[in-house]
């Protein structure tokens, strides 16, 4: 009797139907999402640890021809380590003589990498830059990248 | 009226639509989106260093509205000075734009700064650089926020070439 019983219930078996109604709920809002936060041009950055950029109604977009960044504690050109920053000072850094910086020479490189390719003249430099760093060690960027050819600068903002 | 029951009772079945399809669609797309999402927007403001100029003579005689004017934003560590530049404006002139402004708590008061440069663009409405001269110690954070008030209002542009200086 005992097995009848179970043989009957083996038979009535369904196998259950996948209720997708709420992955395809969560799947559409996910979707809806990225359709917002689409980008026809979405571009790779990479941004130093701890690295906030300050906020501004700037409309223009970026061209990241060549970075500059500069966090609380290092200077990057390209993403290539070039000083170490240590309380808004750059080390190795004479400011009689930025010339001899290392800074200097790197942008140098470039310049000259460019002039011989015959590249367009007018690039700019792409400053990024913590918002808690003062103009000091700003402006020594600045200045020595004028002094190396390069007198036009972006600096990098998140959009408010 | 037999056959008709058994119909009706076929056609009260629930259909099921399958899913299917639109999971697939889906599972091709997301990815396809998170690829091309931008989380960051990021934008730019443009500056330059000053870069010397060759002067050009100009013997027309030129109205307020032709001439153009340099506002300068001198920023210290506890105010802010402000005055203007020009080779075709007289010194007279430029000394009734020089003012003073104090720094309100740890801000700077850009609401004035607005003022008096929406001020100085309608008088001189081809002027479009101003010079910002930040004290060693002024942080970027507060350079960016007085940039964005030099550029432009809510309403129209001001002064959208920004050149970072030394003090002259």
Not at chain 1, 107 to 122: A, F
Not at chain 2, 1 to 26: A, H, L, Q, Y
Not at chain 2, 141 to 160: C, G, H, K, S, Y
Request: charged share 20%; glycine share 2%.
């Amino acid at each position: 009797m005992a097995l009848g019983q179970r043989r009957f219930q083996r038979t009535s078996f369904v196998i259950p139907k996948l209720q997708i109604t709420s992955m395809m709920d969560m799947f559409t809002i996910i979707l809806i999402f990225l359709l917002f936060s689409f980008s026809d041009n979405p571009e790779k950055l990479h941004i130093e640890n701890g690295m906030i950029l300050p906020k501004s109604t700037s409309q223009i977009d970026c061209n990241k021809d060549i970075t500059v960044s500069l966090s609380s504690n290092s200077l990057k050109v390209d993403n290539q380590h070039i000083a170490d920053i240590n309380q808004g000072v750059i080390s190795n850094f004479d400011h009689q003589h930025p010339e001899k910086s290392e800074l200097y020479k790197h942008l140098m490189t470039i310049r000259h990498n460019r002039d011989s390719k015959k590249d367009q003249d007018n690039s700019a430099i792409v400053i990024f830059c913590d918002q808690h760093l003062p103009y000091k060690t700003i402006h020594q960027v600045v200045k020595t990248s004028g002094m190396a050819g390069f007198p036009n600068f972006q600096f990098a903002v998140l959009k408010k | 009226m037999k056959r008709f029951g058994r119909n009706r009772k076929i056609n009260d079945t629930d259909t099921d639509i399958d899913m299917v399809p639109i999971m697939n669609m889906f599972l091709v797309l997301i990815p396809f989106l998170l690829s091309s999402a931008s989380f960051f927007d990021i934008n730019a403001i443009h500056t330059s260093v000053p870069v010397k100029q060759t002067k050009v003579n100009q013997d027309n005689p030129q109205t307020n509205e032709t001439k153009t004017i340099i506002p300068v934003i001198e920023m210290k560590a506890n105010t802010i000075e402000l005055y203007a530049l020009s080779e075709q404006v007289a010194v007279n002139d430029l000394k009734k734009w020089d003012i003073s402004l104090k720094k309100q708590g740890e801000q700077f008061p850009l609401a004035d700064i607005q003022r008096y440069l929406q001020d100085m663009k309608k008088h001189y409405p081809e002027s479009d650089t101003i010079l910002v001269i930040p004290d060693d110690n002024i942080l970027y954070e507060t350079i960016i926020q007085t940039m964005d008030v030099a550029r432009n209002t809510n309403q129209n542009q001001l002064f959208p070439n920004v050149v970072l200086s030394d003090k002259i």
